[in-house]
């Protein structure tokens, strides 16, 4: 496939304003795509290069792009920049002034996806004395032989401003339509994405060996699996008996998510949202190579700083200090970290994904020796709820989030939250028990005192799993520091957008949409019944259409962006009416 024929598609998914219609463009496009070319065209139109675990990154900024712009159209770096203060898009920018060059076309080279994936690739791939001049170089040669709409779209590429809007599930959706001709292989593709993490990879399965190759997915090391996830629950006994009567309890820690992957001596760790953090912790790679006994495995806990002497866990601010690129060998003499393993997925051959959690436990536990830096979990076995709260009590009596209760039945359930985990934390008195994470997708102009900022507030989303669609929940307006108001700022003013994103429904308007790209945290008093808001929008039985909305939001934490999840990771609609059916149950138990 041509380059251009790609922009033709993208072109046409920036103007479309409904998720539906992404479907049917992608569904063209991935029907146009050769078997070689699948994996690069789906890499493209995530943004990326390679699934994110691999960390293959472009190591481009902004100002390289002006300069490629600027070889590219014979304009001086002032003049590139100038244009693009005003139009606050690279790509715009780099369509404007190829429109208008000043340099008769120097080449009549026509990219194809391929060639143009290898220039980027190469970007991507030059490092140290020289490299700079030779990204802007690669560029700029790509720019020159670009029409102005695809200049728009290489332009955008590499600093990861692609707009299109395109989610992980609208991917897999499109290819089930395009190469199965339905939707409902859907959930097969899903799965098999679930135990991989890596789309292209789906993608070239599927056109190469049909279904069959998708249904015979299996784990496999340095793949990273899609965390399983926690549904809530307010109470002991409610817990219970979801879980037929007796479940697994474990302490839930306050710290960050690690997924261990071993082959012999090559060990690496994977975030929450599975970018490969080895480099961070050689403390924990170094425990995995002297206390996991096994040859290969793949197992998965949380990371936090603990004090041995004292027996106490580190609050999380203070673990999080650990997630640095410099100073690291510094930091672990400070901050040691201690893995608290809680699940197992790979063990010497044997897929563990299938196994009940009591067996992937036992196994785990045979894994782990000598205990130093890698331990289980804690946890208790029980039926009984009045042991399960005291246990609850001790977890926050000992400085720690809550529990995580486990059905001892049931298998691994990659990347889903399901009622085969169920957290709960601290009920604040009636108030909502639980931070929310929001997707950010508009902004507001300040006014007044803060106008000077540019800055007033954010409106913020929910993710609808179902729908794959953020609906609105909330417009957050006060407590904001100054330091997150200018963070918010120059963040947001990057990823700002014309119009509605086809996948965010609103009926309020921000004054400027951004693409779905942003998860913050959030607290409020309660959720509430609103008719402003998207969320879980249901028409009442008097007519009226009424969805869900938060009440006294504020935010949580200094750092306001949580760059540890992705906009797929946030709260979900489903979550946020099960949490407004819980706080009515706790009021009125406390009456
Ligand atoms: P939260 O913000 O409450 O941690 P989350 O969306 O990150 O929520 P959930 O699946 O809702 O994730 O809650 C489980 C999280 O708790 C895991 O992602 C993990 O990082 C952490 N955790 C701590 N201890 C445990 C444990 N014993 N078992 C499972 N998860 C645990």
């Known amino acids: 496939m041509q380059f251009a024929e790609l922009v033709g598609y993208y072109d046409k998914l920036e103007s479309t304003s409904s998720r539906l219609g992404m479907i049917d463009i992608l569904k063209e496009a991935f029907k146009a795509a050769s078997h070689e070319e699948i994996g690069e065209i789906i890499y493209m139109t995530q943004g990326v290069l390679a699934p994110p675990f691999e960390g293959i990154e472009f190591g481009v900024a902004d100002k390289l792009v002006e300069e490629a712009i600027a070889i590219a159209t014979g304009y001086s770096k002032d003049d590139v920049e100038r244009n693009y203060k005003k139009s606050g898009d690279l790509g715009n920018t780099a369509l404007q002034l190829t429109k208008a060059s000043k340099l008769r076309r120097m080449s009549s080279r026509k990219y194809s996806v391929h060639e143009l994936y290898e220039s980027m690739y190469k970007i991507s791939q030059a490092s140290g004395e020289g490299s700079k001049n030779i990204k802007i170089k690669t560029l700029a040669d790509v720019i020159a032989s670009s029409s102005p709409t695809e200049a728009k779209y290489v332009a955008r590429y ?14 897999l959706e499109a290819l089930s339509v395009a190469y199965t001709g339905e939707r409902k292989e859907k959930d097969a593709l899903e799965h098999a994405y679930n135990i991989c993490s890596d789309l292209g990879l789906i993608g070239t399965t599927l056109v190469e060996k049909g279904m069959e190759g998708i249904k015979e997915f299996h784990v496999s090391i340095f793949k990273p699996i899609r965390p399983a996830l926690a549904e809530r629950m307010p109470t002991a006994e409610e817990i219970i008996e979801k879980m037929h009567g007796r479940a697994a309890v474990e302490q839930k820690y306050d710290g960050f998510r690690v997924q261990v992957h071993k082959r012999g001596k090559d060990i690496r760790l994977y975030s929450r949202r599975l970018e490969n953090i080895t480099d961070m912790f050689p403390d924990i790679v170094h425990a995995v190579q002297t206390e996991i006994h096994a040859q290969d495995a793949i197992l998965e806990g949380e ?3 603990f004090n041995e002497s004292t027996g106490e866990f580190m609050p999380f601010q203070e673990t999080m200090q650990r997630k640095r690129k410099h100073s690291i060998e510094e930091k672990i003499g400070e901050i040691p970290l201690h893995l608290f393993a809680f699940d197992l997925m790979y063990l010497d051959g044997k897929d563990y ?3 009940p959690y009591s067996k992937r436990r036992e196994a785990l536990e045979s894994a782990i020796k000598g ?15 009045k042991e399960l709260e005291k246990f609850f009590e001790d977890s926050i009596e000992n400085g720690l989030e809550g529990i995580v209760a486990k059905d001892l039945d049931s298998p691994y359930i990659a990347g889903a939250r399901k009622f085969s ?3 709960m934390k601290r009920s604040y008195m009636g108030k909502l028990s639980d931070t929310v994470d929001l997707v950010i997708v508009g902004y507001y102009l300040g006014r007044g ?3 000077e900022f540019k800055f007033g507030g954010l409106l913020c989303t929910v993710y609808n799993e179902k729908k794959d669609i953020f609906e609105t929940v909330s417009r957050i307006g006060t407590g904001f520091t100054e330091k997150q108001m200018s963070e918010f700022r120059s963040a947001l003013n990057r990823i700002k957008v014309e119009k509605r994103p086809a996948r965010v429904e609103a009926i309020i308007e ?3 949409w ?5 998860v913050i945290t959030v607290k409020a008093d309660e959720i509430t019944k609103s008719p402003t808001h998207t969320c879980g929008r249901e028409r009442q039985p008097d007519g009226t259409e009424v969805g869900y909305a938060l009440r006294f939001p504020r935010i949580v934490g200094e750092e306001a962006i949580r760059s540890d999840k992705s906009v797929e990771d946030a709260t979900t609609t489903k979550e946020i009416i099960e949490m407004y059916q819980n706080q009515k149950r706790v009021r009125v138990e406390e009456k």
């Open 158 to 171: 590499p600093v990861g401003q692609l707009r299109l809007g395109v989610g992980d599930a609208t991917i």
């Open 303 to 305: 990371a936090l700083g």
């Open 353 to 355: 994904l299938r196994v």
């Open 371 to 385: 205990a130093k830096t890698i331990k289980p979990s804690a946890r208790i076995v029980t039926s009984s709820p």
């Open 421 to 423: 985990w169920i957290k």
């Open 449 to 451: 005192m803060r106008s």
């Open 510 to 512: 921000p004054d400027f």
């Open 514 to 518: 951004v693409e779905p790209r942003y």
